[in-house]
């Protein structure tokens, strides 16, 4: 479930080094009114994409062992449906 940020939490301060060229790229490219309101929005694009990276892995892998489970099911029903065939 993706966290709400749309409701204002009081905010905490950090103090975060960046290198210097970072800082003059985001100052050149950032469409908001502050670097604060850039690193906001970078950082909830971010870990959203992280999100959306652990449920891909968890899908990718309950369809694997599903996969699994499911080759074995046809194995024993396939060889039960051919026994009348022959």
Known sequence: MEP?????SPGVKTTVLFERS??????AFNPFKTR???LD???KRYLKEL???VIDAKLAEACSEAES??????EE???IA????K
């Not at 970072?22 to 100052?27: A, H, K, S």
């Open 22 to 27: 970072l800082l003059e790229e985001i100052d």
């Open 51 to 53: 999100r959306r990276r």
């Open 69 to 74: 489970e499911d080759r074995s099911v046809n």
């Open 77 to 79: 029903w396939g060889t």
């Open 4 to 8: 709400n940020y749309r409701v204002r």
């Open 82 to 85: 051919l026994e009348g065939w």
């Open 41 to 43: 929005q970078a950082c």
């Open 36 to 38: 604060k309101d850039f």
